[in-house]
């Protein structure tokens, strides 16, 4: 089954509502990036009036997660997944909607490939950058997702 940006989204509302709730949308996803938008809110704003970092993370996180989730079921074998590190950089206040995009599909190939292979846990840096309506950006995310074979 092809993961889809409504399949991903239906996902959210049943497994992950807080994220759901907080306006997170997955709105393209392919073989090589993944899109996710969220629109600052009164749900999802910080006292400062600007969208709190951790819903800004849920963004960033699906962007990359979701892309190694798609590409760990055409692979056809069974590969676990996990946040292992996380850092993130805050640049500007994070107002209207803002946009995560992760573009880093080919190192989710070259991960995966290597994990089969050599049947050895693998880990890859993945990076997603928040931009707002004015094409500025607002956090930058990366992540340290860890992939292995299960036997």
């Known amino acids: 089954m092809k993961i889809t940006p409504s399949k991903l989204n239906t996902f959210l509302m049943f497994k992950l509502p807080s994220a759901f709730f907080c306006g997170v949308r997955a709105t393209y996803i392919d073989d090589k990036r993944c899109v ?35 590409k760990i079921r ?13 850092n993130a ?13 992760c573009n880093e599909g080919k190192l989710i190939d070259e991960a995966i490939s290597k994990a089969i292979a050599s049947g050895e846990g693998q880990t890859i840096w993945m990076n997603s950058n928040g931009i707002n309506a ?14 292995k074979v299960k036997q």
């Open 36 to 70: 996710v938008k969220v629109r600052h809110r009164w749900i999802n704003q910080n006292p400062f009036k600007s969208m709190f970092w951790a819903v800004q993370g849920m963004a960033a996180e699906l962007s990359t997660g979701a892309m190694l989730t798609a």
């Open 74 to 86: 055409e692979s056809g074998k069974n590969i676990s997944m996990l946040v292992a590190n996380n």
């Open 89 to 101: 950089s805050f640049t500007k206040k994070a107002t209207g909607v803002i946009t995560f995009e």
């Open 134 to 147: 004015d094409g500025i950006q607002v956090s930058s995310f990366n992540f340290e997702w860890t992939i």
